[in-house]
């Protein structure tokens, strides 16, 4: 009689599972027997963790993974594709959506994408392209995209009721939010501006990243900022061993799926577990998450790690209760322009050094800042923040604010002290701070831009803004000799602390150190070469 083992096929969700648990330590022959898998089944799964997360992370409801048991592609790829983006985003928007409509949708992206002319929508491609993508039930009816007030009075009940339940603390509870960053623009009336705009094929003005805070209720634990920008090598970083910032990729500088479950994984739950177990914290962890296209379901999210649960605003509340965007990503963008605005201060102050300086700002400076912006935000300003959504928050009503969003007296300040900025006023200053405003992160795309995005091939890892040679950084002998300067500067400063200067001490001596091994490995070179 045959002990041969009957084929057990997972589904996306038991596969999920496996991977989270593999990563809590369990192993494989544990993980097989359970299962009733086999142990080659399990690695086979580990060596797939990328593209079974990824997969899973494009499934529009829960109940798609739980189906699924197969990476299963469409006959017409491209066309798939097309589909699940345009489906993807309607959802996001809360757009009414019937099966007759995807069907129409379906025939005008296979004509645009030159597919097969007989290519017909049937009751069974309909049904194939939902099980597919996990598309557990279609809407029928939409929502005002204005904002929802009942809509987020409503969640704010929910939201109270269940962090009692579950017995949340405010430090237990994070949100995320993602926002475009035009990080070279400059007042349009400034002289290096209305260069940039005369000089044909010049767009510097328009250059853009997308960064994410994230940062939890109690305002003591903020997250690395992330920053996605276009290029995945820019030569600025050449040789550069850590940034202040995750740094990551995508050919447009948007968020996508793929890259918010790789932050999600290694930046929020690593970073998360880190903060707690430094300072002594148990229990389970909350993420709050607007419903943008680019965030995978709850379902795929609370799959990976049962101690770090994501919880969905309703649609169309962002504005009225999500509390990175009440007044916290608004200034750090005002913190990050107001450094741009110093840094052309302290150039050589000229109107020739602020083009320069407008030409020569690049990736790296751009990250710098942004951390530095973001480092700035104090734990009162990321508190405050969650006043409108947590009544736990609401004795913080007597602290200071986020900050006066409506004084813009510092910029025009800064306006009048550098060189070609002189035309710039206050309304050039509200303009200026509102440039991207309204850039969530993220790309909604029509049919045509859809398209476009399928045949585009991937960019070239360094891009464009980037062709300039890099510079040779200074050596190690330099370095100490810069430090040494600055250490018997700042020491004589009225502003001098104790932890500053041993920082510098401290960089002094790692030059110091580095400089004498050049210097010794030099002779031994010479040594051998005499040889």
């Not at 898998?37 to 399990?42: D, L």
């Not at 237990?172 to 070279?184: F, I, R």
């Not at 009225?320 to 107001?338: A, N, S, T, W």
């Not at 399928?454 to 190690?476: A, H, R, V, Y």
């Amino acid at each position: 009689m045959s002990n041969k083992r009957k084929r057990h096929v997972l589904t996306m969700e038991q596969k999920i599972e496996i991977l989270a648990k593999l990563d809590k330590g369990e192993t494989s022959v544990s993980l097989a027997r359970l299962y009733n898998i086999g142990k080659a089944t399990v690695t086979d799964i580990k060596n797939n963790r990328h593209a079974i997360m990824d997969f899973a992370s494009k499934m529009d409801s829960g109940d798609g993974i739980k189906r699924r048991k197969v990476m299963k592609v469409a006959k017409y790829q491209d066309l798939d594709k097309a589909m699940e983006m345009w489906f993807i985003q309607k959802r996001s928007l809360n757009e009414p959506i019937s099966g007759p409509l995807i069907c129409e949708k379906a025939l005008e992206m296979n004509t645009k994408l030159k597919g097969p002319e007989d290519f017909k929508v049937s009751s069974g491609w309909l049904h194939k392209f939902k099980s597919r993508h996990g598309i557990r039930e279609l809407q029928i009816q939409g929502e005002s995209l204005s904002a929802d007030s009942s809509s987020a009075e409503n969640f704010k009940q929910i939201f109270q009721l269940f962090v009692e339940k579950e017995g949340y603390s405010q430090d237990s509870v994070y949100n995320a939010d993602e926002s475009g960053l035009n990080w070279k623009a400059l007042p349009r009336k400034s002289l290096a501006s209305c260069q940039e705009h005369a000089a044909r094929g010049f767009k510097v003005s328009k250059e853009r990243v997308t960064i994410m805070t994230c940062a939890n209720a109690a305002g003591t634990h903020k997250l690395p900022l992330l920053l996605i920008g276009k290029s995945k090598k820019p030569r600025c970083f050449k040789n550069i061993k850590s940034l202040p910032v995750t740094y990551t990729a995508q050919k447009n500088a948007w968020m996508d799926s793929k890259l918010f479950l790789n932050w999600f994984e290694n930046d929020f739950i690593k970073n998360v577990k880190k903060w707690r177990q430094d300072h002594h914290k148990t229990g389970k962890v909350l993420l709050l998450l607007d419903n943008a296209p680019t965030h995978p379901s709850a379902e795929v999210l609370n799959l990976i790690d049962p101690d770090y649960k994501v919880m969905f605003f309703p649609p169309n509340v962002t504005s009225l209760i999500q509390p990175m965007d009440q007044g916290v990503i608004e200034k750090f963008k005002r913190m990050y322009r107001k450094q741009m605005l110093r840094r052309l201060l302290l150039n050589e102050g000229t109107e020739e050094s602020v083009v320069a300086f407008s030409k020569l700002l690049n990736l790296k400076h751009c990250c710098y800042m942004a951390a530095d912006a973001w480092d700035n935000l104090t734990e009162e300003n990321l508190r405050n923040a969650w006043k409108k959504l947590w009544v736990a928050s609401m004795e913080l009503e007597a602290e200071e604010e986020i900050t006066d969003l409506n004084n813009f007296d510092d910029f025009v300040d800064l306006f009048n002290e550098i060189p070609g900025f002189n035309d710039c006023n206050y309304d050039d200053a509200v303009d200026w701070l509102a440039t991207d405003v309204n850039d969530l992160g993220y790309q909604i795309l029509d049919s045509d831009e859809i398209i476009s995005s399928l045949q585009n091939e991937e960019s070239d890892d360094i891009s464009s803004d980037e062709s300039m040679s890099t510079p040779k950084g200074p050596t190690s002998a330099e370095a100490f000799a810069a430090f040494e300067t600055g250490l018997e500067w700042f020491e004589k400063q009225a502003e001098c602390c104790p932890a500053q200067l041993l920082l510098l001490k401290r960089l002094r001596d790692l030059a110091a150190e580095k400089r004498v091994a050049a210097h010794r490995q030099i002779k031994i070179d010479n040594f051998v070469k005499k040889i």
